[in-house]
């Protein structure tokens, strides 16, 4: 008995010594993780200023996740001291939001101490609360500090007459929405005289001021939905040959007063936007589009988006376009890289010359994409036939709608090509490579060969639209018309495939092709982008 026990407490003893190790391991492992932590001051012991620059961060992320902008004040609550900060610090109250009674408004015009404000005022659904209660706490002292004000809702027409009048002389942004339709609600004369910072003006849903001195020192003009009643497109016109200094122009489905029955419209010059940066046009008119494009002329804008929204399945962007695209959009004669995305009822072309890009879109709605890439490849071949184009993208589903023809034309009438991408889904992307077998040069022999100068190839899915997939007729035509360049001194240098090997393993088609290709290229990656479904 004596010597089980004796036996026991040696165990015994030997584990406590393994956990008097352990202990210490983890000790010092603890150390470790703490002793960074403490060479960094906690945030109470931080300065009041480095916390308001915490705050202000904090706001700032709040803002950038759509919340609404005092949710972040949860943050300030945790303690007095924080709380003292925050309320001290004038920045942190300047974006004013009233959705509803107006405490909110008149608490944070008394703590941002005089700051210029940005102020939104909701479409309120309280029946009881009067919009004229907004005056008061608005009183002249205030109504100068508003560098920003945007109104939701058409309660608060009568208080923004009223307001400008009181004289907002450091409003710099002025933003006017309505939702729902129609609106008959037109907006008074701004007396711009009262409002000598007014350079940005945004109108959705509300018909926009008639008076040309609106816009003559507008630096941003965005008219969204509405019926311009009073107001043909040739006078919105004279609008903005006078507004000299605008610098970005918003067009979205907005309708003119026509001219008088049995009038002629008035033959006149297009108007010429000479520092317009950025143009966004959306009409769901395509008798207008062509009408606007050519009236409308922006010869240094950087940024280009027109958007149609087709009214039959047959049209084409070409189409909707004026005569001579090149002559309104010169950048369609200057593009070097061409790119065709067809997606979801979307075909789109977008031109790009240095940092300079336009995006011609069309929308059609409830149609099928069928024979949305034949017409892209198409309307590309047109728009861009002087262009020179050195990189080109087609994006979109590869069926049965485009042959070798189209392909063929596309090439001819882009000598310069360096790089083609083809991305999407499908199974006929063998027409691209016989259509840049069968592709003459313009003017050339038989022996000649077209696009000289492509250097690179890249044929690849698209995450939003599916997988290209590798058929032995696509590998057969890819030999080949690479094969034909490399006799005539034309060798590819690089050849990227990203390809989905379902009727057609991949381990069959590397064996099979890719040591040949590799002969007729320089370079050659190949990968299966269905590699995790196997």
């Known amino acids: 008995m004596v010597t089980e026990t004796v036996a026991e407490n040696a165990r015994h003893a030997v584990a406590v010594d393994d956990l008097h190790v352990s202990m210490t391991d983890l000790q010092q492992e603890l150390r470790q993780f703490e002793e960074p932590l403490n060479t960094l001051p906690p945030v109470n012991s931080l300065p009041d200023e480095l916390l308001a620059e915490i705050f202000a961060f904090v706001q700032a992320a709040h803002r950038s996740k759509g919340e609404r902008p005092h949710s972040w004040l949860n943050v300030v609550q945790v303690c007095r001291r924080w709380s003292q900060v925050a309320h001290s610090t004038a920045s942190l109250w300047t974006t004013i939001e009233v959705c509803g009674r107006p405490e909110w408004l008149s608490r944070c015009l008394v703590l941002s101490r005089g700051m210029l404000v940005d102020i939104e005022i909701c479409d309120w659904h309280d029946r009881l609360f009067n919009p004229q209660i907004l005056l008061p706490i608005l009183q002249p002292h205030h109504v100068r500090v508003i560098r920003s004000l945007t109104m939701i809702g058409i309660g608060w027409i009568s208080v923004l ?95 003119f007063r026509s001219t008088a029955s049995g009038k002629k419209p008035q033959k006149r010059s297009p108007v010429y936007l000479r520092k317009l940066v950025s143009l966004d046009i959306t009409t769901s008119h395509s008798f207008r589009s062509s009408e606007i494009l050519w009236m409308l002329r922006a010869p ?162 698209k995450e939003d639209i599916g997988a290209i997939d590798a058929t032995e007729k696509l590998f057969d035509a890819m030999l080949a018309a690479l094969t034909h360049r490399q006799e005539r001194g034309c060798k590819l240098g690089e050849l990227r495939l990203d390809l989905r090997h379902w009727g057609f393993p991949y381990a069959q088609c590397h064996g099979r092709y890719y040591e040949n290709l590799s002969k007729v290229v320089d370079h050659v990656t190949y990968s299966d982008s269905d590699a995790d479904n196997h």
């Open 161 to 255: 007459s009223q307001l400008l009048k009181m004289g907002m002389c450091s409003l710099e942004k002025l933003q006017l929405r309505y939702t729902q339709w129609p609106c008959f609600f037109e907006l008074d004369t701004i007396d711009v005289r009262s409002l000598p910072r007014l350079h940005t003006l945004s109108i959705s849903g509300i018909e926009a001021p008639s008076a040309s001195s609106t816009y003559k020192d507008l630096r941003v003009l965005e008219l969204r939905k509405f019926l311009w009643q009073s107001v043909t497109f040739d006078r919105f016109l004279n609008f903005l040959q006078a507004a000299s200094g605008l610098r970005k122009l918003t067009l979205d489905d907005c309708e």
């Open 300 to 461: 240094k804008a950087t940024s280009v988006n027109i958007q149609l929204i087709g009214c039959s399945p047959y049209n084409s962007i070409f189409g909707l376009l004026p005569e001579d695209p090149a002559t309104c959009l010169p950048l369609l004669a200057t593009a070097t890289v061409a790119e065709l995305y067809v997606r979801e009822g979307t075909c789109e072309i977008i031109a790009t010359h240095g940092s300079r890009s336009i995006r011609l879109a069309l929308l059609h709605l409830g149609s099928s994409l069928e024979k949305y890439l034949e017409r892209g490849m198409a309307d590309m071949t047109r728009i861009f036939s002087a262009a020179p184009v050195t990189r080109i993208v087609i994006a979109g589903n590869h069926h049965d709608t485009t042959s070798l023809i189209d392909w063929a034309l596309l090439f001819e009438s882009s000598p310069l090509l360096e790089e083609l991408v083809v991305a999407g889904s499908g199974q006929r992307v063998e027409e691209m490579w016989e259509g840049l077998g069968y592709a003459q040069p313009p003017g050339g022999q038989a022996v000649d060969i077209c696009c000289p100068r492509l250097r690179s190839v890249t044929i690849t899915g």
